[in-house]
């Protein structure tokens, strides 16, 4: 019985990738086979015939559309990385974010309840006798803080809360609520922060007494938060 | 690779890219279609081509798993009959048993997974021997029996349902 050289050991040796021991052993065989003559024949018609059916320009094509697919989705990544880093940068080199809102600067809201209805004023509103005035102060950072009345006799009052009481940043709404006595006059009320918040508004007031200054804004020490309220009655 | 190395790697080795394919799918159109698969991945692992032994085993492996993908896609080919004689086949008389065997599970490779495929073609297409099939794939000798083996009876049952036990 006669060992033919394995179809993968022809097709080598048809193309000359055999190295070239084996290749002389194989060829020296072929050479007395007339069977292994006829599979190398077969391969060299299969060769042509493969050029004319499938011309080399016709797989250059594939080729080439591959590469422009290829370099489409290159593109498109390398976009894409960019993008990303970009975004992880941004995200980085962003602040991180807090727990709590950041406010601005010190805000002082006045809610004003009178009988059933409750509404924020707008400075300049209307108050009566027995309208109750609750104070929502806005701190931008943790601070103490305190709120005067002053009338428009030059009465000076602390309101709630009635020692100064310390905050952190945020909104808070203070205790208990300043009631409007009868017989109602015009009102202002000043909101101070810090811990000399009491001294600045005793200078400021004997300044304004000393000066006879009317009651108003101007009895307020600079830096303090005013808001005033006209007496409807 | 630039398109001059590819379009000459096609010259010498296309035919034998496209015979195989064409004995791997037994469809003209989807083996031209292959073949072209091939020479695109010659052309993207252009490194490791030059760095290879063997350009032929190399292009065949890649044939191989372009083939394989292919007939995955395929799914069933239950319309392809043993009588497909579109394929040109040398007839080695002193294999027998083995060229029917070859036959059958060529007709029916996209039913087994893709190692048992490779068994297949590296047996029945390349007739390596089981040290050969070993050393190709890394696989164990013990492992390459088994599928061969496994390989052997699935084309008896197969040869059997087909022709009514006539062989």
Same mark, same amino acid.
């Given at each position: 019985?006669?060992?033919?050289?394995?179809?993968?050991?022809?097709?080598?040796?048809?193309?000359?990738?055999?190295?070239?021991?084996?290749?002389?052993?194989?060829?020296?065989?072929?050479?007395?086979?007339?069977?292994?003559?006829?599979?190398?024949?077969?391969?060299?018609?299969?060769?042509?015939?493969?050029?004319?059916?499938?011309?080399?320009?016709?797989?250059?094509?594939?080729?080439?559309?591959?590469?422009?697919?290829?370099?489409?989705?290159?593109?498109?990544?390398?976009?894409?990385?960019?993008?990303?880093?970009?975004?992880?940068v941004?995200?980085?080199?962003?602040?991180?974010p807090?727990?709590?809102?950041?406010?601005?600067?010190?805000?002082?809201?006045?809610?004003?309840?009178?009988?059933?209805?409750?509404?924020v004023?707008?400075?300049?509103?209307?108050i009566?006798?027995?309208?109750?005035?609750?104070?929502?102060?806005?701190?931008?950072?943790?601070?103490?803080?305190?709120?005067?009345?002053?009338?428009?006799?030059?009465?000076?009052?602390?309101?709630?809360?009635?020692?100064?009481?310390?905050?952190?940043?945020?909104?808070?709404?203070?205790?208990?609520?300043?009631?409007?006595?009868s017989?109602?006059?015009?009102?202002?009320?000043?909101?101070?922060?810090?811990?000399?918040a009491?001294?600045?508004?005793?200078?400021?007031?004997?300044?304004?007494?000393?000066?006879?200054?009317?009651?108003?804004?101007?009895?307020?020490?600079?830096g303090?938060?005013?808001k005033?309220?006209?007496?409807?009655? | 690779?630039?398109?001059?190395?590819?379009?000459?790697?096609?010259?010498?080795?296309?035919?034998?890219?496209?015979?195989?394919?064409?004995?791997?799918?037994?469809?003209?159109?989807?083996?031209?279609?292959?073949?072209?698969?091939?020479?695109?991945?010659?052309?993207?692992?252009?490194n490791?081509?030059?760095?290879?032994?063997? %350009?032929?085993?190399?292009?065949?492996?890649?044939?191989?798993?372009?083939?394989?993908?292919?007939?995955?896609?395929?799914?069933a080919?239950?319309?392809?009959?043993?009588?497909?004689?579109?394929?040109?086949?040398?007839?080695?008389?002193?294999?027998?048993?083995?060229?029917?065997?070859?036959?059958v599970?060529?007709?029916?490779?996209?039913r087994?997974?893709?190692?048992? %495929?490779?068994?297949?073609?590296?047996?029945?297409?390349?007739?390596?021997?089981?040290?050969?099939?070993?050393?190709?794939?890394?696989?164990?000798?013990?492992?390459?029996? %088994? %599928?061969?083996a496994?390989?052997?009876?699935?084309?008896?049952?197969?040869?059997?349902?087909?022709?009514?036990?006539a062989?």
């Open positions: 019985m006669t060992i033919h050289p394995a179809s993968v050991t022809l097709e080598r040796l048809a193309v000359g990738d055999l190295p070239d021991p084996a290749s002389a052993d194989i060829s020296k065989h072929v050479d007395a086979c007339p069977q292994c003559q006829r599979f190398l024949t077969e391969l060299t018609e299969a060769a042509s015939s493969c050029l004319r059916s499938v011309p080399p320009q016709r797989v250059l094509n594939a080729v080439s559309d591959a590469r422009r697919r290829h370099a489409r989705v290159l593109r498109w990544t390398q976009l894409s990385v960019v993008s990303a880093v970009a975004a992880l941004v995200f980085l080199v962003s602040p991180w807090t727990a709590s809102v950041r406010f601005k600067g010190i805000g002082l809201a006045v809610h004003r309840k009178r009988g059933n209805e409750v509404r004023m707008e400075s300049a509103s209307g009566r006798a027995g309208d109750a005035l609750r104070m929502v102060v806005t701190l931008p950072k943790p601070t103490s803080v305190a709120v005067w009345s002053i009338d428009a006799h030059g009465r000076v009052d602390r309101l709630a809360p009635a020692r100064g009481i310390s905050l952190d940043a945020g909104e808070h709404a203070l205790p208990e609520s300043a009631v409007v006595e017989p109602c006059v015009d009102l202002w009320l000043v909101l101070m922060t810090g811990t000399r009491e001294e600045q508004l005793t200078d400021a007031t004997r300044n304004a007494a000393e000066k006879q200054i009317a009651p108003g804004d101007e009895w307020a020490p600079p303090a938060l005013v005033s309220f006209r007496c409807e009655n | 690779m630039t398109d001059a190395e590819v379009g000459e790697a096609y010259r010498r080795y296309g035919s034998l890219v496209l015979r195989r394919c064409q004995r791997i799918l037994r469809d003209r159109a989807a083996a031209e279609d292959a073949l072209q698969d091939v020479f695109v991945r010659l052309w993207r692992y252009g490791a081509f030059r760095e290879a032994d063997s %350009k032929v085993l190399w292009l065949y492996r890649v044939a191989d798993r372009c083939c394989f993908d292919r007939l995955a896609r395929r799914g080919r239950a319309e392809i009959s043993l009588a497909d004689q579109s394929v040109p086949l040398v007839d080695k008389s002193s294999y027998g048993k083995s060229v029917e065997d070859r036959e599970v060529m007709c029916f490779l996209d087994f997974d893709d190692r048992v %495929k490779q068994v297949a073609v590296l047996h029945y297409l390349d007739e390596m021997t089981q040290e050969e099939i070993a050393a190709a794939t890394g696989w164990s000798r013990q492992t390459v029996f %088994k %599928k061969l496994f390989l052997r009876d699935r084309a008896q049952a197969l040869r059997m349902r087909l022709c009514g036990g062989s």
